[in-house]
């Protein structure tokens, strides 16, 4: 089978006695770094010397054909240098091939950037959406933050040191500077920094340098105000699109804020 392995996010002593166990008996380790492996195994006390095989963003898809022909006949363990592989990191690829050739995928669970950090965020956890990294590019950042500007649930995403207060005055601008933030930094290590407050405040904070590894939690959007009236008629205008007009209703009534129910009534009886 194709094991996926979370490995510690900084401090090793989150490793669980399952992964040191796993590693313990691998033949065969798929990982980002060499380096980084070498240095996990050591940390954690492995004795044991799997065969090293690299799978990064260079090599993944080069290395498919041997690692799924090997995962058919004995276990394979895929690892990161830090988390779960295949978030934001190598393995989706190898994932979905193994998938296609019958081969089991499973996982060791570890360690979560994105739910450590939206765990201690103090924001809203109860729906969230996961971006990845932000998008290098000016015009790709303002276009993927106009794209959040209404999205109500709470926004995790990475984002590089040298970059980071770059992004947040982009963000201050194009979301406003009210809207509430975390940045959190350095998550369960030594020098680990949760900063919260509003996006003004933070891009005011980051102007002094950031260093470390960076996960931003962004507060989802307050429900745009509407009347009933307009609220009535985005929802006969998605309707007159194709929706049905319990969908319909369902989408506006989140997106405003207004009683769903009293929101269909009165759709109901401008159809009429």
Do not use: C
Not at 62 to 67: F, T
Not at 95 to 112: K, L, Y
Not at 165 to 182: C, F, N, Q, W
Not at 219 to 248: F, M, N
């Amino acid at each position: 089978m194709l094991v996926l392995a979370g490995t510690p996010i900084g401090n090793l002593g989150d490793a669980g006695r399952r992964l040191i166990e796993t590693l313990e008996s691998a033949t065969v380790l798929g990982v980002e770094d060499t380096r980084v492996a070498q240095r996990l195994l050591a940390g954690l006390g492995v004795t044991n010397r799997p065969r090293l095989v690299r799978v990064d963003e260079q090599t993944e898809r080069a290395r498919i054909a041997e690692l799924v022909a090997l995962a058919a006949d004995s276990d394979v363990v895929l690892v990161s240098d830090a988390g779960m592989p295949t978030v934001s990191d190598p393995g989706f690829a190898l994932v979905r091939a193994a998938i296609d050739a019958g081969v089991t995928v499973t996982a060791v669970p570890g360690a979560s950037a994105v739910l450590t950090a939206l765990a201690v965020s103090g924001l809203p956890t109860d729906r969230f959406v996961f971006e990845g990294f932000a998008p290098r590019r000016d015009g790709e950042r303002r276009r993927w933050l106009a794209e959040l500007a209404g999205e109500r649930r709470t926004v995790v995403a990475f984002e590089s040191p040298n970059r980071v207060a770059s992004l947040l005055a982009l963000m201050a601008e194009v979301l406003g500077a009210d809207r509430r933030a975390v940045v959190a930094r350095e998550l369960t290590k030594l020098h680990e920094e949760v900063v919260r407050g509003t996006l003004g405040e933070l891009a005011d904070w980051a102007e002094g340098g950031v260093r470390g590894e960076i996960v931003l939690v962004l507060a989802g959007a307050e429900p745009a105000a509407a009347s009933e009236e307009e609220a009535i008629a985005q929802v006969l205008a998605r309707v007159a699109d194709g929706a049905r007009l319990k969908d319909a209703t369902a989408e506006v009534a989140e997106a405003t804020g207004l009683p769903r129910r009293a929101l269909y009534d009165a759709a109901v009886a401008a159809r009429r």
